[in-house]
């Protein structure tokens, strides 16, 4: 299987090629099996790659494919490294991606872009899967740039919508910002150890020793970069808004895969952020406050998709948290819980929208369980998930998370349960509010109403599935299971190894584990009481707001406090460069010379008098002088 | 010693330094442009003289070679310019060069 690994990326590739240049001619039918068909056999190797290497004896592969680029001293191979890591992302990439697909020929199928939806969906597959193959910084950033662009295209796949290609614009804009980070991280790598293969840099790093400058710049730099992909404070505003997309775009691209990418970044790079704490700490200061940050925001949002993305932000925050107090593993681990139930919760809000004809907007819908009962479970069973309710899968990753942030430092761990409780009191509200209480839409909406067809249900159902059981590999040794995940990712965390462990009493972590329990539940009794039990109702946009609510309402208003800092002076500037650099001096300098060229030849021209004789004079006078000048 | 050695060689040169001069004159100073054609033969001819008696001197032919070529191009100079200078007279009526000022900024 390890020798088929090629045809991971190239299945998608050939999909966009074929569905991309031939979409229009062929039937919805075939695109949508193309689509979805190319990625199940992505799937299929990617599985059986994964039990090749949990059931071997070698754990890590480098295949290269042919010599890429080589001048002077570099030289860069295009080389796939398969490992447990890539290798479990290989599997949510193509699993997630492939119950998304399915779910897609539903959503879209009265979408006339139809077949430009699944070339594009393709696209971003292979250059997902290419940013966790590759085996160097290189391969890894084409990815980067791929599935960045690729989002950009997909949040603006309704371009007849301004504010949505806007979206789209913001989205790709901001993550440009994180890229020259990452581009500088890698040349930075390079200058620093010449090479940028994975395996010449860890092998290098590892003998430099703790607290090296150069290495946390580094770490520093790469982190940028993924705060950009993967919506960390202060590049994080990109991510509500890519909403504007369809919703399994949502749903792959900002929820499940391409947001995970800098937690793969710095999974994959962890020696260089072992070897750098104040990097881990600035690691673990961002992710909190992005959790923090987004939950808050998240309690007040009333657009569906909108508390979602907050959501996932807040859970990426986590990731971050968990990858700068050393717990790769935990880090890794909820990548992959996140990605069931986010991308559940993802697909059964388009569910919903799809039920409800378009409608976004939380305060006119309510009662829904009644219409689509199977979107109604599963995403309760999302929602339970992503509170952490034992035995869902996001009780072990946040569990995991929060263990090791407690041992690391008590005060983030408090912080992090007081996110988990504002997860846990929005996620119900949006819950309470959709599928609860009386329907607050209108006749047509209601008569409309109807559960999805089964293309949508059964990723769903099967995503439910997973939210449940997907714990299951990563059972904590408190509670007398076996962490299979840890064992699996081992050789790629071993030389991070020192930082990873957790010294915590079982009773600590039973303890732990009940207060996260008992927090998580007085947060859904309170969210049940005020939306459930008082069936309130968020306010409308043109009430009075309290001045915090108004706050939180208005997402602390960061867009505003970027567009005047940022935007605005931008804008002014490059106005001000348009005005006087371009429209003065280099338009003030070409036309210039212009001119002066054609007063110069009006000038010079009064010579040409028509006169033959003084032609002739000018003539002598002009060879005797030429003459003159070769004697002396 | 041959037939032009007789005369000495400062003698060639102011000959044709007078030759050439008259026609440089002519060339500035007349507006006839049949006279003014002339004098151009008679710079070219300066040159040829001049030309004919260094090569004698100095025993080398490839002075007279020279003349050969000068006197080819000024044979087909002159009937291309008698030509030119024939259909100007049938428009204009005059052999005059200052008539024709026509070609100017």
């Known amino acids: 299987m390890i020798k088929l690994v090629w045809l991971v990326p190239l299945l998608p590739l050939m999909g966009f090629i074929i569905i991309g240049l031939f979409g229009k001619k062929l039937s919805k039918g075939l695109v949508g099996t193309i689509g979805s068909g190319v990625i199940f056999g992505a799937l299929a190797i990617a599985v059986g790659i994964f039990f090749e290497l949990k059931n071997g004896v070698q754990k890590e592969y480098t295949i290269e494919l042919f010599n890429w680029i080589s001048a002077g001293k570099l030289s860069i191979p295009f080389s796939f490294l398969i490992d447990p890591l890539s290798s479990l992302f290989l599997l949510i990439i193509t699993g997630v991606g492939f119950l998304i697909h399915v779910y897609s020929v539903g959503y879209m199928s009265h979408d006339e872009g139809f077949s430009r939806f699944f070339a594009y969906l393709n696209l971003f597959i292979f250059f997902m899967l290419l940013l966790v193959m590759g085996s160097n910084y290189l391969i890894m950033f ?21 504010a949505y290609n806007n979206a789209a614009k913001k989205a790709f804009i901001m993550n440009r910002v994180g890229d020259l980070g990452f581009l500088l991280g890698i040349i930075l790598i390079f200058v620093t150890f010449g090479s ?97 940050f987004a939950a808050t925001i998240g309690l007040a949002q009333n657009d569906i998709k909108k508390v979602l993305a907050y959501s996932t932000v807040s859970q990426l925050g ?16 909820h990548v992959m819980t996140h990605a069931f139930f986010k991308a559940l919760l993802f697909l059964g809000a388009g569910s919903v929208i799809h039920a409800m004809g378009g409608e976004q907007d939380i305060r006119k819908m309510g009662g829904l369980k009644k219409y689509i009962s199977k979107t109604h479970i599963t995403f309760l069973i999302g929602t339970l998930a992503i509170a952490g309710c034992f035995p869902f899968s996001g009780f072990f990753s946040k569990d995991e998370i929060l263990a090791n942030v407690f041992a690391h430092n008590k005060l983030l761990w408090f912080f992090g349960i007081l996110g988990a409780a504002m997860t846990t009191f929005y996620m119900f509200r949006l819950y309470f509010l959709t599928f609860h209480g009386k329907f607050r839409g209108t006749h047509e909406q209601e008569h409309h109403l109807h559960e999805s067809p089964p293309s949508m249900t059964i990723p769903l159902i099967v995503l439910a599935v997973l939210s449940i059981v997907g714990g299951l590999v990563g059972i904590p040794a408190v509670l007398h299971g076996t962490h299979y995940l840890e064992e699996f990712l081992s050789p790629v965390f071993e030389a991070s190894s020192f930082r990873l462990v957790h010294h915590l009493s079982h009773q600590t972590e039973y303890i732990l584990m009940g207060v996260a329990t008992v927090v998580m539940i007085a947060a859904i009794y309170y969210a049940y009481t005020i939306y459930s039990k008082k069936n309130t109702i968020p306010v409308d946009e043109d009430e009075e707001l309290k001045p915090l609510h108004k706050l939180v309402y208005n997402k602390y208003w960061v867009d505003e406090i970027y567009e005047t800092l940022i935007t605005k002076p931008l804008n002014l500037l490059s106005e001000a460069f348009h005005k006087v650099i371009d429209n003065q001096l280099v338009d003030g300098i070409v036309n210039g010379v212009g001119s002066a060229v054609s007063w110069m030849s009006g000038t010079i021209r009064l010579a040409q008098t028509g006169n033959i004789g003084f032609y002739i004079f000018v003539m002598v006078i002009s060879i005797v002088l030429i003459l003159f000048t070769q004697l002396f | 010693m041959s037939a032009i050695q007789i005369v000495p060689i400062e003698w060639y040169l102011f000959l044709s330094i007078v030759l050439f001069t008259i026609g440089v004159a002519g060339v500035l100073l007349r507006r006839n442009a049949i006279i003014i054609f002339m004098s151009i033969e008679l710079m070219l001819n300066a040159v040829n003289l001049l030309l004919v008696a260094f090569s004698s001197y100095l025993s080398d032919s490839k002075g007279q070679v020279f003349v050969f070529f000068i006197m080819a191009v000024a044979a087909a100079e002159v009937a291309v310019g008698l030509a030119i200078l024939m259909m100007v007279y049938r428009n204009t009526k005059s052999s005059d060069i200052n008539i024709l000022n026509k070609l100017k900024w």
């Open chain 1, 196 to 292: 940028i293969g994975y395996h010449d840099v860890f092998e290098q790093a590892k003998n430099m020793g703790s607290g090296n400058t150069t290495i946390t710049i580094i770490a520093l730099l790469l982190f940028v970069g993924a705060m950009g992909k993967s919506a960390q404070l202060p590049l994080y505003t990109w991510l509500p808004d890519a909403m504007a997309g369809p919703t399994p775009v949502s749903a792959l691209i900002h929820a499940a895969t391409m947001v995970t990418a800098g937690i793969y970044m710095i999974a994959r790079s962890n020696i260089l952020y072992t070897l750098s704490p104040e990097a881990m700490n600035v690691v673990a200061i961002i992710g909190i406050c992005t959790a923090l």
């Open chain 1, 142 to 162: 084409v990815g980067w740039e791929g599935v960045g662009l690729c989002s950009y295209l997909l949040i603006g796949f309704w371009f007849k919508n301004t």
């Open chain 1, 318 to 333: 986590y990731m971050f948290l968990a990858l700068g107090v050393g717990a790769y593993t935990g880090a890794v681990f």
